[in-house]
């Protein structure tokens, strides 16, 4: 949150051709900029983080059948589809439907943050239903990104990142290797064709954690358990506030001169504030009447709700999709940034009053006992 708060105060001073200097023009190798190594290669570090915590879910968790993972992935489905509908029935002839990608993720880095700001007023298990819900989404916003925006794709370097992510699979699988550093030089050589190929390197943080080792040796606990651990410090400490810092510089000003500007503002704030949450909820709720999913036990849908509403923060995937959709179009891309900051912004608030909500409903209880 002060990484955030600081950023913008750049954003909107006197230093922000400095704050665009560090992380534009400043090259760490090759053509990566500071910017490029921070949103392609250290979030791919934090994804791996949070997809081997997802992993163990799985296997020895709240997520360790079929109905329990369900939950989660058809919330998320829900939490693409009916903010995709709002934001089209808003700008379906606007001339702004390419922007529909900004609507349909939620930004795991943002939303985790603000879930353990919350920790002490949220159900803890629902941590692990939120980072699911979010992984999942923005694989398919990734996927959208594949389709909708991706016009130069790389076959050869897609055609060799899918050999070497056989090849890890066979470390694990056939090998038995258990050196976690074997893994994590050929997951560099993953990332580095992934990015090759056009796609968001990011998800090569995904891939690389389902060919870890998981299977647990006595109370040692598995690699993938000893990776997640040590990376911990690293995501937490260093990762998101460098993420934070380095992709919040919206600047807060309102073209008000942008075509259809009511469209895209509306179509964004409420398909994220209101048409995730309401997705999420929605879809699992139908789900679990089904039988298809299982809410976990002893989890109220008040609870759902709770956290659902931190899925309205889209944030980073949000602003990529944005300025892939409006290429060029600098007011456009500017807007459409201060939409998704307002709707960031607004999920939290809309947070923070269902849980004081809940706790001033608590007090009266107490006070009228």
Known sequence: MIATLISVII??????????????????????????????????????????EIKKEVEYGMLSSFKKASFPILASL???????????????????SDGLGAVISTDIAFAVGMFMIFKSKLNSELKIFLLSLAVVDDLIAIIAILFLYSSKLNYMALLISIGIMVVLICLNK????????????????????IYLSGIHATISGVFLAMAIPSERLGSKGSIAEKLEHKLMYLCNLIILPLFAFANTSVVLTLNVAVPNSFNLVMGIILGLVIGKPLGVVLFSFIATKLHIAEKP?????????????????????????????????????????????????????????????????????????
């Open 78 to 96: 829900g939490g693409v589809i009916v903010p995709a509908i709002i934001y089209l029935i808003f700008n379906f002839k606007s001339g702004y």
């Open 297 to 369: 036990k002893d989890i109220s849908w008040r609870s759902i709700t709770e956290v659902a509403m931190l899925t309205g923060i889209g944030f980073t995937m949000a602003i990529f999709t944005c300025e892939l959709a409006f290429l060029g179009n600098k007011d456009v891309i500017n807007l459409a940034k201060l939409s998704i900051f307002i709707s960031a912004m607004l999920s939290v608030v809309c947070t923070n009053m269902l849980l004081s909500a809940k706790r001033i409903r608590f007090r009266i209880k107490g006070f009228a006992k």
């Open 11 to 52: 954003a909107n001073s006197s230093f922000k051709g400095l704050y665009d200097d560090l992380f534009y023009n400043t090259y760490i190798f090759g053509h990566f900029n500071f910017h490029m190594i921070i949103n392609d290669f250290l979030m791919a570090i934090f994804f791996l983080y949070v997809t081997l």
């Open 174 to 193: 056939i090998f038995k290797v258990k050196n976690i550093w074997v893994y994590l030089g050929v997951g560099l050589i993953l990332w580095y064709f």
